[in-house]
């Protein structure tokens, strides 16, 4: 989710090593499916690539430290019944725990405390307007986010130090690296976000000593400041994962946007012009158009999503 309330979708392919890694797809061959192939949904039809469904395969791939590259690697995507089921039986009505990584340097950190950020995602001192309030308001206590009680986590939140050597080594060596590549043809690879969530994935396994995604059923990274403004958000569809930047952590807009990517939905963000000429977004729904607001709006999902969701199936 860019700062202009604009989108890009990317392809990415979390690796199955035991250490739920996701690497940005790089150099992109002719003929690759176009993203427009990808769905949220659970799948319609058998030819639609679904997110966290379908298994890629890619033999002459060269998996790189923060990429993967495939140059003139010919993919296979097959389906996994398996993943299709577990899909299907995505828990939205119930108890859902919530493990936040605050992401620090020596000199760059979050806008907001730990302290605060479990406040501002589960109302922990008293906000009124958050990740957790919203979901349960507008599922009629349907679905309850709470947060971790992981013994390394307070009230949910566990403060992660990066080497600042990390941030040094992506402008100075990666991205330079990678804008000089003949070969370059993905929009993913100047993604400095990427790499840092990967570096904090593989952080998460070592100090929680087991597989990220074992550790809660939803995970949000809060990035420091130092990433760019160009981008605000993002998640990915039918997973655990979303990553958020600085302050956007603390936007509950933001929040139930990008969980509801990780519960299935779609975005309700149909961009078009109005009378003025200017760009007018899609304000119904939680999956519309995020705001910069600390404490709102007070908005919930459109009838499609709530649909989707099942809270309300006892009235279909």
């Known amino acids: ?74 993919p296979t995507f097959v389906h996994d019944p ?34 605060r950020m479990s406040d501002e995602l589960f109302g922990t001192d008293g906000d009124p307007i958050n990740l957790a309030e919203r979901f349960r308001s507008c599922s009629f206590n349907k679905l309850t986010l709470v947060p971790s009680t992981h013994r390394k986590a307070t009230d949910g939140v566990y403060k992660m130090f990066l080497p600042r050597w990390i941030f040094k080594w992506i402008y100075n060596f990666l991205l330079p690296f990678i804008n000089l590549n003949p070969y370059r043809n993905s929009p993913a690879s100047d993604r ?26 939803h995970l949000i990274y809060c990035l420091p400041r ?43 963000h149909l961009r078009d012009i109005n009378i003025d000429g200017v760009y007018d977004d899609d304000r119904s729904c939680m999956m519309g158009h995020v705001f910069d607001e600390d404490d709102g709006p007070i908005q919930c999902f459109n009838g499609v999503n709530s649909y989707r969701l099942g809270w309300f199936s006892d009235r279909h």
Request: include cysteine; charged fraction near 20%; hydrophobic fraction near 35%.
């Open 1 to 74: 989710y860019l700062s202009d309330n604009t989108q890009e979708k990317t392809w990415c392919c979390e690796l199955q090593d035991a250490t739920d890694t996701i690497l940005p797809l790089v150099n992109l061959p002719d003929g690759w499916p176009s993203i427009a192939r990808m769905t949220g949904e659970k799948g319609k039809k058998h030819d639609e690539i679904v997110s966290g469904v379908t298994n890629l395969f890619l033999p002459s791939a060269e998996i790189m430290e923060y990429a993967i590259d495939l140059k003139t690697a010919i």
């Open 226 to 268: 130092g990433t760019g403004n160009a981008w605000r958000a993002y998640s990915y569809v039918n997973h655990h994962l979303s990553v958020y930047n600085n302050y956007w952590c603390s936007r509950p807009s933001a929040q139930a946007h990008q969980i509801g990517h990780n519960l299935g939905l779609a975005d309700s």
């Open 82 to 115: 398996y993943r299709r089921r577990r899909l299907q039986q995505t828990q939205t009505v119930g108890t859902r725990s919530v493990l936040v990584v605050r992401a620090s340097v020596i000199n760059a950190r979050p806008g907001s405390s730990a302290k």
């Open 192 to 217: 400095v976000e990427d790499y840092i969530e990967t570096a904090i994935t593989r952080r998460l396994r070592i100090d929680f000593g087991q597989v990220p995604s074992t550790i809660a059923d």
